[in-house]
């Protein structure tokens, strides 16, 4: 199983970037996706999860970022707008086969991380 994000970098406080989660060694019919994220001396934080049957939002993110997935490209994406300084973190993406959580120890599978910063 591999997980790779992209698509993080530096934004004015407001702006949107798309994340990508590009996923290889299973499928996502029977997997469920998650997107956290962490900072420094920080415990990392679900902020959205999705499946076949339910999507996930950690409370801070709801209405303005968007999970979806495109199972042609085995990909899963992060939209993200009206970004603030409080979302810069390093972001990751997971796998779990069971339904969507937004808690970390449920994962078994992970990405390597891609830096989002929001300042001005």
């Known amino acids: 199983v591999q997980l790779v994000e992209s698509g993080g970098g530096l934004v004015q406080p407001g702006g949107s970037l798309r994340l990508s989660c590009v996923v290889s060694?299973?499928?996502?019919?029977?997997?469920?996706i998650g997107w956290f994220r962490q900072v420094p001396g920080k415990e990392r934080e679900g902020v959205s999860a999705?499946?076949?049957?339910?999507?996930l939002y950690e409370d801070s993110v709801k209405g303005r970022f968007t999970i979806s997935r495109d199972d042609s490209k085995n990909t899963v994406y992060l939209q993200m707008h009206s970004l603030k300084p409080e979302d810069t973190a390093i972001y990751y993406c997971?796998?779990?086969?069971?339904?969507?959580?937004?808690?970390?120890?449920?994962?078994?599978?992970w990405g390597q991380g891609t830096q989002v910063t929001v300042s001005s």
């Open positions: 999705i499946s076949n049957s339910e999507i």
């Open positions: 060694g299973l499928s996502l019919d029977y997997y469920a």
């Open positions: 997971a796998s779990h086969l069971r339904e969507p959580s937004l808690n970390h120890y449920d994962y078994d599978d």
